[in-house]
């Protein structure tokens, strides 16, 4: 059939244009019937994805892996976290369950500042030191791939914390501090230096009747073993799962800018 130039068109009439209208109107209502709430355009790379099952049967969570970069798309890291990260951290044995692409889980973070901890007098280690006593439990590091200069308190709560604001710390030296006056806190779902950049979120599980005394520190020796499979801007964080859904364990801690 020869090419139909615009010159050889005839010109619609008005009713041919009103049923061509209807026409199209019609199959945008049938396209929004036939597809799920929710579902998004296949051009819309930076859509977010449901929950995808790596590795197991049931969705559960022992432990958390954030998985970060400035760099890549959301839809490159969801691939590298499932796909890399994943299906290397899952086993038959201990970590059942590896799920993609879960919600990035709340995590409560204090910030202490610097120049309030100089007029005060106190070093950083003091300052860890005196939180810990107030919260009756001991600072560790945070742990991960390139994650930022951070600690954790596990299984210390806000509750515990507001319950002594008041209350006096003395430290080894025997100096008594009060860890409010110098901190600051808010819940994220990020350490703040990641707040711009894509992420996603991995949920660990380990079998029935395991014990998760030695999870983080598995999950850690197969980080550091993929390290030289992830692109050097991908950072991953762990955070062990808290007693609520999609929370992370304990109290987050670091230090604000040194200005």
């Not at 901890?117 to 860890?128: I, N, P, T």
């Not at 390139?146 to 596990?154: I, K, L, Q, T």
Request: proline share 8%; hydrophobic share 40%; net charge neutral.
């Amino acid at each position: 059939m020869p090419f139909m130039t615009s010159m050889h068109r005839r010109p619609l009439t008005r009713a041919r244009r009103g049923w061509q209208a209807a026409r199209r109107g019609l199959a945008a209502l049938v396209l929004c019937a036939v597809q799920p709430a929710g579902a998004t355009q296949a051009g819309d790379t930076d859509a977010a994805q449901p929950p995808a099952l790596v590795w197991g049967a049931v969705p559960n969570g022992d432990l958390y892996l954030l998985v970060a970069s400035p760099r890549l798309s959301k839809p490159e890291l969801q691939q590298l976290a499932a796909k890399t990260i994943g299906r290397n951290i899952g086993d038959d044995h201990y970590i059942t369950q590896v799920w993609s692409n879960r919600p990035e889980p709340l995590q409560l973070w204090f910030s202490i500042d610097p120049a309030r901890l100089r007029e005060a007098g106190l070093s950083r280690e003091q300052a860890l030191q005196a939180l810990g006593s107030t919260l009756g439990v001991s600072a560790l590091p945070n742990s991960g791939i390139g994650a930022p200069s951070s600690w954790r308190y596990p299984g210390a709560t806000l509750e515990k914390f507001q319950a002594r604001t008041d209350a006096l710390t003395r430290l080894a030296d025997g100096r008594i501090v009060t860890p409010a006056a110098w901190t600051t806190f808010t819940y994220q779902q990020a350490p703040e230096s990641w707040e711009a950049w894509n992420k996603v979120t991995l949920s660990l599980s380990i079998a029935e009747g395991t014990s998760r005394d030695s999870l983080q520190g598995v999950v850690s020796g197969r980080l550091t073993a993929l390290a030289s499979q992830l692109p050097e801007d991908v950072s991953v964080l762990i955070l062990p799962a808290g007693p609520r859904l999609s929370e992370a364990d304990g109290i987050f801690v670091t230090f604000g800018p040194d200005e």
